[in-house]
């Protein structure tokens, strides 16, 4: 089973800062945070023994919690000087060592680390949580998900938890509703401390079974003074819930542990801050080196003669770095807004077409943009997912004879196919480069043609400077027989799978609306069978609803219980298959409502959206460490085939 490591990346900080508060450099700066982390990372693989690893960030400003209830937090006192000292620079060094961080606008780190959980245990990923976060207590699931002391090396499991508590965590949620939380100004229930909460949810299974009987409180203190704080108690149950339905699952292969010591990528940071210890482990001895910056010249050519002024020095045997701008991820259906190009590493021109915003400048026209793309795609062309860029300039200048020479994101893949390959994360690998993000370019709502020219210039200009720069290193890397493997095969077949994408796959449109019908009726009747064996009608999707009637109204033997209920999985129905004839149908239930749902529905509905009832899948050469294709929006290669 494969381990996910999740760090709850400000309370670590915290947790180190206090640890080690009083180290400094020559400098005086502060680096106490720095040397508890350094520390930490270097022995993350060995102790850890992690497959994937992601930091999970708070977003900055306010978040939905804060909607909910303004107070929320507002007493927290203000950081430390010498913490908020070091926390940016922590922060830069993990993207530096080639980790990922992921934070979502309006929602919290332990929103992203239950996001992450659920997607992690759907996909039988072991998950290990870096945190002391009372509330993260919640995730925890025996030989599944733990939280992990990094201070003391020891995993926090349900035992130890109720240990700490006096609650499993199914019910702790329940509990700090209860007792609250000073530190984030989370009301609780005045005059209940953590002895009578236990108390409480020793006899009643949540905080509202407990108002629910309220008249059976046997303390009439207590029930007191639930009454009084009821409105507390339901509002501090709201802030301390977990929301689990961030997207997690189109970034979670970038959150692959990187191969090798990722420390011995800021040897120069840690000489910086002289951590002079883990340098002596790392064997690296402490000079001053100078930070070699990279730079280019960004060059705008907004007019034909501009353009063509450029280009007249270019043939079939100039290598050239290319890249496209566009209104839209769908390459098929996207307007081109402009192009930009690199001919060597110290400039590279950017070329607006349609660009559209009251007072925009001079741009080149359609026409003239075809005319210098039809010479341009005739030279060595280099690009980094080159296969888009090819789609949206045969979709919008019908030219198809581009001389595909590299792919920068395949070479990439070949070199390791375990490593992240998008651009931003090849300029950081390589030149600890950090690229001008696409978010604060683009307005949110807008696409790129609302970018004003000359933004657009830098971004776009950047992309094909980084793409040559990343294209002359990687060439260096690569053995010659994977150079020639990359040419005779991953390069020309880019070319097939644009024609396999624009044919698209055929679907009997017919068939499956007879499939849709059938399997309708078919959901339907289990459904009334599932009813009639049960004695009542529920919700057949909701777990928690079919929890309660398996393990409450049914008596079944309990085989798990998880933060939020009894557990109704797959594994759990399986064994209790000879306990009650309502389960196989359950199993059956799923089975089909899965397949209505998950292919037939959507399959039906993209093949009626085509004339010709093709679904229009997008290939994807490098999105498998086995070398095989992968299939996205939609996925085609996850259909089941025996049912």
């Known amino acids: 089973m494969k381990t996910l490591t999740i760090i709850d990346t400000f309370g670590f900080f915290f947790r180190n800062y206090f640890a080690l508060p009083n180290l400094r450099n020559k400098d005086g700066f502060p680096t106490g945070l720095l040397t508890g982390f350094a520390n930490f990372i270097y022995s993350l693989k060995d102790e850890l023994g992690s497959d994937y690893i992601l930091f999970a960030l708070d977003a900055k400003g306010e978040t939905f919690r804060h909607k909910i209830d303004?107070?929320?937090?507002?007493?927290?006192?203000?950081?430390?000087?010498?913490?908020?000292?070091?926390?940016?620079?922590?922060?830069?060094?993990?993207?530096?060592?080639?980790?990922?961080?992921?934070?979502?606008?309006?929602?919290?780190?332990?929103?992203?680390i239950a996001s992450a959980v659920k997607f992690a245990t759907q996909n039988d990923i072991k998950v290990r949580i870096v945190s002391h976060d009372k509330d993260l207590y919640q995730l925890i699931d025996d030989d599944r998900i733990t939280l992990y002391d990094p201070l003391k090396t020891i995993d926090i499991n349900e035992e130890k938890c109720y240990e700490k508590f006096g609650v499993y965590p199914n019910k702790i949620g329940d509990y700090l509703s209860i007792v609250g939380d000073s530190a984030d100004n989370i009301p609780g229930v005045k005059g209940i401390g953590s002895k009578g909460a236990k108390t409480l949810l020793d006899e009643f299974s949540s905080l509202e079974d407990i108002y629910e009987h309220i008249d059976k409180v046997r303390n009439p203190r207590a029930a007191k003074l639930l009454l009084e704080s009821r409105e507390n108690a339901y509002l501090s149950k709201k802030l301390v819930v977990l929301y689990d339905t961030l997207d997690i699952a189109d970034k979670f292969e970038s959150f692959y542990f990187p191969a090798g010591q990722p420390l011995a990528k800021i040897t120069d940071e840690l000489q910086k801050y002289e951590l002079k210890n883990i340098l002596k482990k790392l064997d690296v001895k402490i000079e001053k080196q100078e930070e070699k910056k990279v730079e280019f010249d960004s060059i705008l050519l907004d007019t034909k003669e501009k353009l063509f002024d450029v280009i007249k020095v270019i043939n079939l045997n100039t290598l050239l770095a290319f890249?496209?701008?566009?209104?839209?991820?769908?390459?098929?259906?996207?307007?081109?807004?402009?192009?930009?190009?690199?001919?060597?590493?110290?400039?590279?021109?950017?070329?607006?077409?349609?660009?559209?915003?009251?007072?925009?400048?001079?741009?080149?026209?359609?026409?003239?943009?075809?005319?210098?793309?039809?010479?341009?795609?005739?030279?060595k062309v280099v690009g980094q997912n080159l296969k888009f860029d090819l789609a949206v300039i045969e979709n919008n200048f019908k030219i198809t004879n581009t001389n595909i020479y590299a792919d920068t994101m395949i070479l990439a893949w070949l070199l390791n196919p375990e490593k992240s390959i998008g651009l931003d994360a090849l300029s950081l690998r390589f030149f600890n480069h950090p690229m001008i993000k696409f978010k604060d370019t683009v307005k949110r709502g807008e696409t790129f043609a609302s970018v004003y020219i000359e933004s657009a210039c830098k971004y776009a200009s950047e992309d094909a400077w980084m793409t040559l720069k990343i294209y002359n290193k990687i060439i260096d890397f690569l053995e010659p027989e994977l150079i020639s493997l990359a040419k005779k095969l991953e390069f020309p077949f880019i070319k097939t799978l644009l024609r396999m994408e624009e044919e698209g796959i055929k679907v009997d449109t017919r068939y499956l609306e007879v499939l849709l019908n059938k399997s309708s009726r078919k959901i339907e009747e289990l459904r009334e069978n599932i009813y009639n064996l049960c004695g009542v009608e529920f919700n057949v999707n909701s777990t928690q609803q079919l929890g309660k009637i398996l393990f409450e109204d049914l008596a079944l033997p309990i085989i798990r219980k998880t933060k939020t209920g009894y557990s109704t999985d797959e594994k759990v129905l399986n064994e209790l298959l000879d306990k009650h004839e309502v389960i196989p149908k359950i199993l059956e239930y799923r089975e089909a409502y899965k397949l209505k749902s998950t292919y037939i529905e959507p399959l039906y509905k993209l093949g009626l959206k085509d004339k010709r009832d093709r679904i229009h899948t997008s290939f994807v050469q490098t999105g498998t460490t086995t070398g095989r294709l992968s299939s996205k929006n939609p996925n085609l290669q996850n259909i089941p085939v025996k049912t």
């Open 323 to 379: 890249d496209t701008e566009t209104n839209s991820l769908d390459a098929y259906n996207a307007n081109i807004v402009g192009f930009s190009f690199a001919l060597n590493e110290e400039k590279a021109y950017y070329i607006p077409i349609s660009h559209s915003y009251l007072g925009v400048g001079e741009q080149v026209s359609r026409e003239d943009a075809k005319t210098a793309l039809e010479k341009i795609l005739t030279c």
């Open 70 to 112: 303004g107070n929320y937090k507002a007493t927290r006192p203000e950081a430390p000087e010498d913490l908020k000292k070091q926390l940016p620079v922590a922060i830069s060094w993990i993207e530096k060592m080639g980790f990922k961080c992921y934070s979502k606008e309006g929602y919290e780190a332990d929103d992203v």
